[in-house]
């Protein structure tokens, strides 16, 4: 294509460079005006030069120390689940409700432990006025007969010491502590799971804000390149090569593109304050992320990832332990009519005064066996033993039924992970692509022979293609954190 040399002569005085053999069959007085053009351009770019390596070592200087500023300040992901165990109110009260379990276990064990009682009591009587005292009346003159109208001063004195000792209780004690044991791995298991579900959260929200990190990093550098593009189109139209509209689409371009920059902006913050509120941290604590962090692999085969899911699963743990306490309870309850034996010993001490005399000292010792042994409850045993059965079979119903939930959880994750990662590498290939699109729609345009619009369009393929990497990147990372909680199995 050959140029006129108005056109040339305008690209020239516009700074833009032309290769040479466009001008093979130009005019010797245009070849010597692109060669001083040329040389003021090669003495301008040394001179930018010089200055642009002063304020790089200036840049290099302010950057280290910004650096070690931000260092400090770096979350990683098992920092950020750390703090968010350490934090979390439902983790806590799990671990609550476990010490109240291992109580329970003591409650139950005591009820087989000898029962020592002590009781004791003293009273006192002082009368406010004594009748006069009538002789010959044998009644009137006995202490006992004046300490009951209470015109006679009474001490008195009791203590008893007792002790109890169930025999044989129908093994409702040794079931009983079962129960309790029972009780306590269940609040293990579900603080167990309380916690992979934190886990899940934490990474979930750290991921989140990472990806829209990422995202603010491409809108920069696309901000970058809509203002390089805006100066390039008005360099053309001043050049007389170009057209208004090539600036106002331009223009355009840049204000999406600071559009876009300000809602990563905006939703960078508000993903941060929910990543504080989740680790139980004030919402304008400051960090900043690692944008390096990976979820470890988990190397193993789908059979044995499956099998391991099925055995670690916290929510299958809790329904078996659920059926055990209630296969216990079943078992507790058909011994409801058995008898209950107990031994006792009791040991008392009396003393009652009237007046300082006639003290009525009395010991004794009791010992012996109680039995209490219902013979018939009206069916209540029956009805109690057939709901505890009753309740069995459902449970082992919602283990079946959790099962094909944990096995669907964990392929869809695998599935999510294989597809996540065949989505990286295409996005890889894409962004690669796109980049080599911008770099000929560029140089065509710079050179006059494409339009402003085929910059605009390949910059928005390079955003969307680096988005997309962004996306599977993200899509990756939570696959694997998903399998991981599928699994039953900690980060």
Do not use: C
Request: aromatic share 6%; net charge neutral; glycine share 4%.
């Amino acid at each position: 294509m050959i140029f006129s040399k108005n056109y040339l002569l305008a690209l020239l005085s516009s700074g833009l460079l032309i290769t040479n053999p466009v001008f093979a069959n130009e005019s010797n007085s245009t070849t010597k005006l692109e060669t001083k053009t040329q040389e003021n351009k090669v003495q301008e770019i040394k001179e930018s030069k010089e200055s642009e390596s002063k304020l790089e070592v200036k840049n290099i200087t302010e950057n280290k120390q910004q650096n070690t500023t931000n260092e400090s300040n770096v979350l990683t992901l098992f920092q950020a689940i750390d703090i968010a165990l350490q934090n979390n109110y439902s983790l806590k009260l799990s671990e609550e409700k476990i010490k109240a379990s291992t109580y329970q276990v003591t409650q139950s064990a005591a009820q087989g432990l000898p029962q020592l009682t002590i009781n004791t009591s003293y009273g006192r009587q002082d009368p406010i006025a004594a009748p006069p005292a009538t002789s010959g009346n044998a009644l009137a003159n006995s202490p006992q007969f004046a300490s009951l109208l209470g015109t006679s001063r009474t001490n008195s004195f009791q203590n008893q010491v007792s002790l109890t000792q169930v025999l044989f209780a129908g093994f409702r004690v040794v079931d009983g502590i079962k129960l309790a044991t029972v009780s306590v791995d269940l609040s293990k298991e579900s603080s167990r799971q309380t916690r992979q579900d934190v886990v899940s959260n934490i990474s979930t929200s750290y991921y989140n804000s990472l990806k829209v990190l990422q995202l603010i990093n491409i809108n920069n550098a696309a901000l970058k390149q809509s203002q390089l593009h805006v100066e390039q189109a008005k360099k053309l139209e001043a050049a007389g090569v170009g057209i208004k509209l090539d600036v106002v689409r331009a223009s355009n371009q840049l204000v999406n593109t600071q559009l876009q920059l300000s809602q990563s902006l905006n939703s960078y913050e508000k993903s941060k304050k929910v990543l504080n509120l989740a680790m139980g941290r004030s919402i304008d604590y400051p960090f900043e992320l690692n944008p390096e962090v990976r979820v470890p692999e988990i190397k193993l085969d789908e059979e044995k990832m499956l099998q391991q899911g099925l055995q670690n699963r916290s929510e299958l743990k809790q329904l078996g332990l659920k059926k055990k306490f209630d296969e216990l309870s079943t078992t507790i309850q058909s011994r409801g009519n058995w008898p209950l034996v107990s031994a006792n010993l009791s040991y008392n001490i009396s003393n009652t005064s009237i007046a300082n005399t006639n003290d009525t000292n009395q010991q004794n010792l009791k010992y012996g066996l109680n039995m209490n042994w219902p013979i018939f409850d009206g069916l209540l045993t029956y009805a109690k033993v057939q709901t505890s059965q009753n309740n069995v079979i459902q449970d082992q119903i919602s283990i079946d039924q959790t099962q094909q939930s944990v096995i669907l959880d964990m392929k869809q994750a695998i599935l999510d992970i294989k597809e996540a990662k065949e989505r990286v590498l295409m996005s890889k290939n894409g962004i690669s692509l796109a980049k080599e699109a911008l770099k000929i729609a560029e140089i065509r345009y710079n050179n006059g022979v494409g339009i402003s619009l085929d910059v605009i369009d390949a910059q928005n393929l390079v955003i969307q293609a680096e988005s997309n990497l962004i996306n599977a990147n993200f899509d990756l990372n939570i696959g694997k954190v998903k399998l991981y909680r599928a699994m039953g199995i900690d980060i």
